[in-house]
């Protein structure tokens, strides 16, 4: 479990498959950064960017498989009910209101 704290906002938890999916995709991936971490006020441009650019990458990926089953006339593929979008708006939004607020999040401390 995750729970990801500012003094900006409210804490934030996620499950930790989900909590470690949006540290990796932010670049927190060795295991001390999973375990225990900080994301600073001048890195949230950079991490909400990197979140944005994954989404926009499965929505691809899922519209991309659905023409393809659809062209050889297969069923359409199913996919986790929750996307990554639904997960990651939630901390994209916490980014956001810190970084104007210009107070870090932390986790695991």
């Not at 670049?27 to 001390?32: F, L, R, S």
Request: with cysteine; net charge positive; proline share 5%.
């Amino acid at each position: 479990m995750y729970k990801f704290k500012s003094r900006a906002t409210g804490d934030l938890i996620m499950l930790e498959p989900n909590g470690r999916q949006i540290l990796n995709i932010i670049g927190k991936t060795d295991d001390a950064s999973l375990a225990k971490g900080i994301v600073l006020p001048e890195d949230m441009p950079r991490a909400i960017a990197a979140l944005q650019a994954a989404i926009v990458a499965e929505e691809n990926a899922r519209s991309e498989a659905i023409a393809q089953a659809k062209a050889k006339g297969e069923a359409v593929p199913k996919f986790e009910g929750i996307s990554l979008k639904q997960r990651a708006l939630p901390f994209i939004e916490m980014l956001k209101r810190c970084h104007r607020s210009d107070k870090d999040i932390v986790w695991g401390v």
